[in-house]
């Protein structure tokens, strides 16, 4: 059975930085398409980045997170820095069964999903 589990969601001020972490059991990062979504109340999920063997990232989002992976402790991370309150909402990250999927920031093309973890960030 394949679990996700989310942390290091919070509250932070703007401009601030978090870092979350993805862990897994039954499912083995690798090359397999893995990403972070987020979901603020009302919104749709959003995906905000992407990765295999490349990297995709929401306009919103580029520049300021950086998705990564720690093959050794098989944990997938998302480092997000310069914090805006849009950034605000529920963190979710997902991994396919594929290496690679046609639109990497769709929430349909995942497979496994973990059970979120909150960010808040303040103005």
């Known amino acids: 059975q394949v679990q996700l589990l989310e942390s290091g969601g919070g509250s932070v001020h703007a401009r601030g930085s978090l870092r979350l972490s993805c862990t897994a059991s039954?499912?083995?990062?690798?090359?397999?398409?893995v990403a972070w979504f987020r979901q603020a109340p009302g919104a749709e999920r959003e995906g905000i980045a992407a990765s295999n063997r490349f990297t995709f990232y929401a306009d919103s989002v580029r520049g300021r997170f950086t998705i990564s992976l720690d093959s050794a402790k098989n944990t997938l991370y998302l480092q997000m820095n310069s914090l805006k309150p849009e950034d605000s909402g529920m963190y979710y990250c997902?991994?396919?069964?594929?290496?690679?999927?046609?639109?990497?920031?769709?929430?349909?093309?995942?497979?496994?999903w973990g059970q979120g973890t909150q960010v808040t960030v303040s103005s």
């Open positions: 039954g499912y083995t990062y690798g090359s397999n398409t």
């Open positions: 997902a991994a396919a069964e594929r290496v690679w999927v046609a639109r990497p920031l769709f929430p349909s093309e995942y497979d496994y």
